[in-house]
Antibody
């Protein structure tokens, strides 16, 4: 069955960097677009970043563009999110999620990981 | 502020029907299909409805979706206590090149 498991979260200071990872299993990872979505405390879901199935296209929310980088390693079935210059407002649960249909960027997310908490605090 | 607009809360008694609205613009709902997610406490979000009115596997037909112009709605009939949670609409945004979410609607079963 499809499984996504995030790791790498924790407590960091403002201005520092952190990299999240998402290990995928149960499907052909290299055939699906992948997303990062976050939820700040008491807030709703916010899309963060998307990488196409072949890694050639990457899109970001305005709030993280220039600071976050999404990448994938198909050989390890792993999705990553490198976060730099972290701000207090980046505190959130970060979810990795799979795009629903093969090879397409614009599909909804049909499988989600349990989430990983990132806390930015001084 | 979220790109898509939802009421912050909705409520109903068991057995009733509740409708949650979602409004956007031509760059998202108006030009693309709408999806709905259910987010129950302590769990990962779950894709409930996609392509406006299609239920994902296992979702009972008590849940239905519709779209008209730049707006969409999710209806839940035969309300049950297990339906309590947060519901989010979402749609691809052509300007952003990514999905946009509504602010979420907290459903309470009285």
């Amino acid at each position: 069955q499809v499984q996504l498991v995030e790791s790498g979260g924790g407590v960091v200071q403002p201005g520092t960097s952190l990299t999240l990872a998402c290990e995928a299993s149960g499907f052909t990872f290299s055939s699906y677009a992948m997303h990062w979505v976050r939820q700040a405390p008491g807030k709703g879901l916010e899309w963060v970043a998307l990488i196409s199935y072949d890694g050639t296209q990457r899109f970001y929310a305005d709030s993280v563009r220039g600071r976050f980088t999404i990448s994938r390693d198909d050989s390890k079935k792993t999705l990553s999110l490198q976060m730099t210059r972290l701000q207090l407002e980046d505190t959130a649960i970060y979810y990795c999620a799979r795009g629903m249909l093969l090879y397409s960027n614009s599909e909804p997310c049909d499988y989600w990981g349990p989430g990983n908490l990132v806390t930015v605090s001084s | 502020q979220s790109v898509l607009t939802q009421p912050p809360s909705a409520s109903g008694t068991p057995g009733q029907t509740v409708t949650i609205s979602c409004s956007g613009s031509h760059s998202n709902i108006g030009g693309n299909t709408v999806n709905w997610y259910q987010h129950l406490p302590g769990t990962a979000p779950k894709l409930l409805m996609y392509t406006n009115d299609l239920r994902t596997s296992g979702v009972p037909d008590r849940f239905s979706g519709s779209k008209s112009g730049n707006s969409a709605s999710l209806a839940i009939s035969g309300l049950q206590s297990g339906d309590e949670g947060d519901y989010y609409c979402a749609a691809w945004d052509d300007g952003l090149n990514g999905p946009v979410f509504g602010g979420g609607t907290k459903l309470t079963v009285l």
